[in-house]
T-cell receptor, first 111, second 114 residues
Framework: GQNIDQPTEMTATEGAIVQINCTYQTSGFNGLFWYQQHAGEAPTFLSYNVLDGLEEKGRFSSFLSRSKGYSYLLLKELQMKDSASYLCAVRDKGNAGKSTFGDGTTLTVKP | GAGVSQSPSNKVTEKGKDVELRCDPISGHTALYWYRQSLGQGLEFLIYFQGNSAPDKSGLPSDRFSAERTGGSVSTLTIQRTQQEDSAVYLC????????????FGPGTRLTVT
């Protein structure tokens, strides 16, 4: 099975940079997702990492180290609208359709 | 250009009753996923379909839960003899295939069992 850990809550200031960490222990790994979920809304896809390294997409970047079972989501130039829950999910190796999600990190951006 | 749609958006039912939740994926998407999200929790994988086939049903919480997909499009998640612990938001997502990693989520169905 999969075990995924991420901090429950984080707070940051508008305009700053924040890093949300995710660690996982897995019996099989086929990629790691990050999703953003605003309160009361459905998740939206942010990134997918399958190889080690940093993937940059605008203000958001995602990093993966498979040997360490570690990923982070980096958000730059924070805006108030970035206040949301950020979900880390690991894709199962033997079952491409199955992903295991962490409980999410609630990020609050303050002025 | 419609996205994933789900119905009903809200459902209140009495304990012991059966409920059906519906998902309409994005046209042309062959993979369809069901998740459950309890308040303040992450998503719990329930089942996925590739076409009309569900290769892995191990995520279904009990034999009261079943799902089907017909015509490679609409899917129905059925919960029989509902229990209070079934109360949650049920989310459906679709993707172009299981090799396509980007899933598009519907707005969810909020189920409350009283």
């Amino acid at each position: 099975g999969q075990n995924i850990d991420q901090p429950t809550e984080m707070t940051a200031t508008e305009g700053a940079i924040v890093q949300i960490n995710c660690t996982y222990q897995t019996s099989g790994f086929n990629g790691l997702f990050w999703y953003q979920q605003h309160a009361g809304e459905a998740p939206t896809f942010l990134s997918y990492n399958v190889l080690d390294g940093l993937e940059e997409k605008g203000r958001f970047s995602s990093f993966l180290s498979r040997s360490k079972g570690y990923s982070y989501l980096l958000l730059k130039e924070l805006q108030m609208k970035d206040s949301a829950s950020y979900l880390c999910a690991v894709r199962d190796k033997g079952n491409a359709g199955k992903s295991t999600f962490g409980d999410g990190t609630t990020l609050t951006v303050k002025p | 250009g419609a996205g994933v749609s789900q119905s009903p958006s809200n459902k209140v039912t009495e304990k012991g009753k059966d409920v059906e939740l519906r998902c309409d994926p994005i046209s042309g998407h062959t993979a369809l996923y069901w998740y459950r999200q309890s308040l303040g929790q992450g998503l719990e994988f329930l089942i996925y379909f590739q076409g009309n086939s569900a290769p892995d049903k191990s995520g279904l919480p009990s034999d009261r839960f079943s799902a089907e997909r017909t015509g490679g499009s609409v899917s129905t998640l059925t919960i029989q003899r509902t229990q209070q612990e079934d109360s949650a938001v049920y989310l459906c997502a679709s993707s172009a295939g299981t090799k396509s990693y980007e899933q598009y989520f519907g707005p969810g169905t909020r189920l409350t069992v009283t």
